[in-house]
């Protein structure tokens, strides 16, 4: 007898990967439009802004003076500069330029250092609701993920009670954002203040502080927790120009953190990427240095896209929501709909109503699964106002259907 042993041919470490939510549901809203279908997708956190001319013009510029060739890891020292100096004008947050790392985007930012310190079995501390790839990034380097349920009624953040509860012995990292992705909830300077002094007590613990939505702030100026000298050193403050400059498509990202930090970042990314595009940096430099008026111009249209929204979705019965203070999502409790039915096929979950939102109502949504809420949906308002009061007219109608 002849036994014959199928061996699978991709790793345990991709396999145990989950795919990215947002990007399955932005993929499976292209499906539904090749057929024919016009769907609105509030899916994907991308503004729909175009990038500012100042900076498309830079990146003509760098092409026409042959910037076309290899950049250093970390990027050119110039941006590197930029960027120091931009913490400073903006964050009054002392950085060199040899303690700033840019990458392909603030996704890898954060994957970069979550590698270089995490070991396998080390726990990394997320907040939950948290943005999906969080967790999937704790897998790829073998540590545990331990979530603290922020509670909706306090705006979806932490205190510092829950935060010392959380901690153990193997406790490495923690990781948040603010404004953050999905609830689009910002910590105010005392908030974080209160975190700090729990992290003070615990010299081994190395904060990752995710800011890409800076910007996005409908609540005043933006506090950084690098902020505080008593924890500075442990910070590792990742940013980028996908959102606040419009340049998702462009590809780039950076953190500060220490030397040590830095050099180990680089010297992984020098493994796996190299240096971004050297077009991308050039452009990002007029970013850096070309003020802040097309920020507060998206900023001003994210927040009456917020107002509208947040009057549509609370006139349909059956959603909860918060108002958020910043970003540009709703995280929507949607848990009365769960359980209900529509032409013999029921809401088991929230993935199964972002489905059912999908086909009936043709908006694409995220499942808050993906985000360590599974009463919740994320709904992005990143889209024109017509497209918006379109997109919460169909799912008020469709919602109906369901008994």
Avoid at 34 to 60: C, H, R
Avoid at 92 to 99: E, G, K, S
Avoid at 172 to 193: I, W
Avoid at 360 to 386: L, M, P, Q
């Amino acid at each position: 007898m002849h036994f014959i042993i199928i061996m699978t041919v991709l790793s345990q470490r991709i396999e145990n990967l989950s795919e990215s939510q947002t990007i399955k549901m932005a993929k499976m809203g292209r499906e539904l439009s090749a057929k024919g279908v016009s769907v609105i997708n509030l899916s994907f956190g991308e503004p729909d802004f175009g990038t500012p001319q100042y900076i498309k013009d830079a990146a003509k510029d760098a092409m026409d003076k042959n910037f076309t060739y290899y950049t250093p890891v970390s990027g050119y020292p110039d941006l590197r500069k930029a960027i120091a100096d931009k913490l400073k004008r903006e964050n009054n947050l002392d950085y060199t330029f040899d303690q700033i790392v840019v990458s392909t985007g603030a996704k890898q930012s954060l994957a970069n250092a979550i590698l270089c310190i995490m070991n396998p079995g080390d726990e990394m501390i997320v907040p939950t609701p948290y943005w999906v790839s969080y967790s999937e990034m704790v897998k790829l380097a073998e540590g545990v993920s331990v979530f603290i349920d922020a509670k909706a009624e306090n705006n979806f953040k932490i205190t510092p009670e829950e935060l010392e509860a959380a901690i153990t012995p193997k406790t490495k990292m923690f990781m948040f954002s603010s404004p953050c992705n999905p609830t689009g909830s910002v910590y105010s300077k005392d908030e974080l203040a209160g975190l700090a002094k729990v992290f003070e007590k615990y010299p081994n613990i190395y904060i990752i502080s995710d800011e890409i939505y800076e910007h996005i702030n409908f609540i005043g100026g933006h506090q950084s927790i690098a902020q505080f000298d008593n924890i500075k050193d442990r910070v590792i403050l990742v940013n980028g120009f996908s959102k606040s400059f419009a340049m998702t498509g462009w590809r780039i990202g950076y953190m500060a953190a220490t030397k040590e930090i830095a050099d180990a970042c680089d010297k992984l990314q020098g493994q796996i990427t190299s240096g971004t595009c050297s077009i991308t940096q050039k452009a990002a430099i007029a970013a850096c240095n070309g003020g802040l008026d097309s920020v507060y111009e998206m900023c001003d249209a994210f927040l009456n896209r917020r107002n509208l929204v947040y009057g549509l979705l609370t006139d349909i019965d059956g959603i909860k929501v918060n108002l958020p203070d910043g970003a540009f999502y709703f995280f929507p409790d949607v848990s009365a709909f769960l359980g209900k039915s529509f032409n013999g096929v029921k809401m088991n979950t929230a993935e199964d109503l972002s489905l059912f939102i999908l086909n009936e109502a043709h908006v694409s949504t995220v499942t808050g699964e993906a985000f360590g809420n599974a009463n919740c949906i994320r709904i992005s308002y990143a889209a024109s106002e017509d497209q918006l009061k379109l997109a919460m007219a169909n799912i008020k109608k469709a919602l109906l259907q369901l008994v």
